[in-house]
Nanobody, 123 residues
Framework: QIQLVESGGGLVQAGGSLRLSCAAS????????MAWFRQAPGKVREFVGG????????DYADSVKGRFTISRDNAANTVYLQMNKLKPEDTAVYYC????????????????WGQGTQVTVSS
């Protein structure tokens, strides 16, 4: 089992940057595919980016490609989401998630979730 705690959210102006962190408990963090999802008010939760257990083959939603970067530090049991050139439409609660599946882009593919961190981008 794995527990996830996100941090780093906040209020930022359009064009600015934020870095989200997700700290995981447990000694098997390196075995999990990790991902970030987000959910805006009145909308479904959507995939933002994911990274394999080795840190290779990161995958991103088209809406964030070129602006967001996902990375992980297995020694620190932490996954990061660097968000640059933020837009008002990036405003949402951002969730960290974990799965033992290799390819996982859907909410239903993930077994463990953090509590979420709010990101608000003002225009």
């Amino acid at each position: 089992q794995i527990q996830l705690v996100e941090s780093g959210g906040g209020l930022v102006q359009a064009g600015g940057s934020l870095r989200l962190s997700c700290a995981a408990s447990g000694r098997t963090f390196s075995l999990y595919t990790m991902a970030w999802f987000r959910q805006a008010p009145g909308k479904v939760r959507e995939f933002v980016g994911g990274i394999s257990w080795s840190g290779g083959r990161p995958d991103y939603a088209d809406s964030v490609k070129g602006r967001f970067t996902i990375s992980r530090d297995n020694a620190a049991n932490t996954v990061y989401l660097q968000m640059n050139k933020l837009k008002p439409e990036d405003t949402a609660v951002y969730y960290c998630a974990a799965t033992r599946r290799i390819m996982a882009l859907e909410v239903s593919d993930y077994d463990y979730w953090g509590q979420g961190t709010q990101v608000t981008v003002s225009s």
